[in-house]
């Protein structure tokens, strides 16, 4: 099965110290999210590639906090000067270019506790 | 503005029981409505979806979910829960036809338990 994979799955940091996380969204699927899900919220947006396109961005996607996805294929995350409130679930989903009706696929998330 | 609201945090059933879990949405336009699941420390498993055409969408696991647009409810169902069901249930919507934003919006999640 070659779903959404994220790595690493937990990631344990120092306030202050930068992180990178990796997405690797299903096979020739063209479109690319990221959402950050807290304690008792859903999933929230943060940005969205089509290709290597970066085509939204969330406003909870602050200065320190940037994505790529250089080749159109995987993609990463990092947060710099991580705080606190940083530490949340970091999922990633991918899709096919179908339209609005097209479904969104997600992996098994990553973990980040930030002390 | 996109939201979806689910009005409880927890569900219980009993096993063989049906369960519906609700949910209520606004979004200008046409919507677009999902249903996930999400078991401990995992990601978001697809369920269902609705585009348009039949107001009952069926989907896996022997869910189904019901639009209803003069309500603005897209509610979970299943006629008879399992044990197995036990998960937290999430609801989002997505801006329709002429929209090229991405993004879903979701609601807080629902706890759904189905005790023996």
């Known amino acids: 099965d070659t779903g959404v994979s994220q790595d690493p799955r937990h990631k344990i940091t120092k306030r202050g110290q930068n992180v990178t996380f990796r997405c690797d969204p299903i096979?020739?699927?063209?479109?690319l999210y990221w959402y950050r899900q807290t304690l008792g919220q859903g999933p929230e947006f943060l940005t969205y590639?089509?290709?290597?396109?970066?085509?939204?961005k969330s406003r909870l996607l602050s200065d320190r906090f940037s994505a790529e996805r250089p080749k159109g294929s995987f993609s990463t995350l990092e947060i710099q000067r991580t705080e606190q409130g940083d530490s949340a679930m970091y999922l990633c989903?991918?899709?096919?270019?179908?339209?609005?009706?097209?479904?969104?696929?997600f992996g098994p998330g990553t973990r980040l506790t930030v002390l | 503005a996109q939201s979806v609201a689910q009005p409880e945090d927890q569900v219980n059933v009993a096993e063989g029981n049906p369960l519906t879990v609700k949910c209520t949405y606004s979004?200008?336009?046409?919507?677009?409505l999902f249903w996930y699941v999400q078991y401990p420390n995992r990601g978001l498993q697809f369920l269902l979806k609705?585009?348009?055409?039949?107001?009952l969408v069926k989907g896996s696991y022997g869910f189904e979910a019901e639009f209803n647009k003069s309500q603005t409810s897209f509610h979970l169902k299943k006629p008879s829960a399992l044990v197995s069901d036990s998960a937290l249930y999430f609801c989002?919507?997505?801006?329709?036809?002429?929209?090229?934003?991405?993004?879903?919006?979701f609601g807080r999640g629902t706890q759904l338990t189905v005790w023996p």
């Open positions: 989002a919507v997505r801006e329709g036809r002429g929209s090229t934003l991405g993004r879903l919006y």
């Open positions: 590639f089509q290709n290597e396109a970066q085509l939204e």
């Open positions: 609705y585009i348009t055409g039949d107001n």
């Open positions: 096979s020739e699927h063209n479109r």
């Open positions: 979004v200008s336009g046409n919507p677009y």
């Open positions: 989903a991918s899709s096919p270019r179908t339209g609005p009706t097209d479904t969104q696929y």
